[in-house]
């Protein structure tokens, strides 16, 4: 079973995302900053990251160059309201970016063809 990390600031969407991502049958990690997106990243070895940009007063491109530091191997969404980052040639380390939306099909469209391709 695959294991997903889910790094996002705000709790109802942390915990969307862990029950729909449950659903279709993965195991997932939530984190609510870069230190417990670091600490998860080094501990519970995830095979993907989704990762918002917004995390209160930290930025998600801070810990999208942490976690590229440390782990290059483990491929991340970047999953942002703000389709404006998508200019940030930091962002360009992540393996994916998907602007958020009520519909997840497409964050879990891309999960599991990054989870594919690492097969």
Avoid at 4 to 26: A, H, P, Q, S
Avoid at 68 to 76: A, E, G, L
């Amino acid at each position: 079973m695959a294991r997903i990390l889910v790094v996002d600031d705000e709790t109802n969407v942390r915990k969307l995302y862990e029950e729909e991502l449950k659903d279709e049958g993965y195991d997932v990690v939530c984190a609510a900053d870069i230190k417990g997106a670091i600490d998860c990243v080094e501990g519970d070895s995830p095979d993907i990251i989704i990762l918002d940009i917004k995390l209160g007063d930290e930025s998600g491109i801070d810990a999208l160059v942490q976690i590229v530091d440390r782990r290059k191997d483990i491929p991340i969404i970047i999953n942002s309201a703000y389709s404006v980052y998508k200019e940030d040639f930091k962002t360009w380390a992540a393996d994916a970016y998907i602007v958020k939306s009520v519909d997840l099909e497409p964050l879990k469209e891309k999960v599991r063809e990054l989870l594919h391709k690492q097969k």
